[in-house]
């Protein structure tokens, strides 16, 4: 079954693992099936995680259905509900057939790690 991988990335790693990627498909090497989304700070990762992206993909996982049963099972509006599946399919988490939304996975990893950087200090020194 695949993993969806969900992490905080540097510049410097993303790099390194797309470089990593290009070189096994110049030398003809199968590519390692992966799905994931990278972001390069904990706020955003920790925003998409809150959001209703993540209700909406649980649902998804547990009710493969077209748009609007998915409104109705989330009990919001189709146009938001349509708005954060375009989402989510840019992010590469689900896919369409037949109409009908399906998540990619049915699991899902966090990959975070909280270090204090300068702008992160100084935002929680001036909250005392």
Not at 72 to 89: A, K, P, T, W
Request: glycine fraction near 4%; aromatic fraction near 8%.
């Amino acid at each position: 079954m695949k993993t969806i991988v969900v992490k905080v990335e540097d510049y410097d790693q993303f790099w390194a693992w797309s470089r990593k990627i290009a070189g096994m498909a110049d030398r003809g090497e199968p590519l390692p099936e992966c799905h994931g989304i990278a972001f390069g700070d904990p706020e955003d990762m920790f925003t998409f995680l809150a959001s209703p992206l993540l209700a909406l993909l649980y649902a998804i996982q547990n009710h493969p259905s077209r748009i609007s049963a998915l409104a109705d099972y989330l009990q919001q509006d189709f146009e938001q509900v349509e708005h954060n599946v375009i989402r989510l399919l840019n992010y590469g988490l689900v896919k369409m057939h037949d109409k009908e939304v399906r998540a990619i996975s049915q699991q899902i990893k966090l990959e975070v790690m909280l270090a204090p950087s300068a702008s992160t200090t100084d935002s929680a020194l001036s909250l005392l």
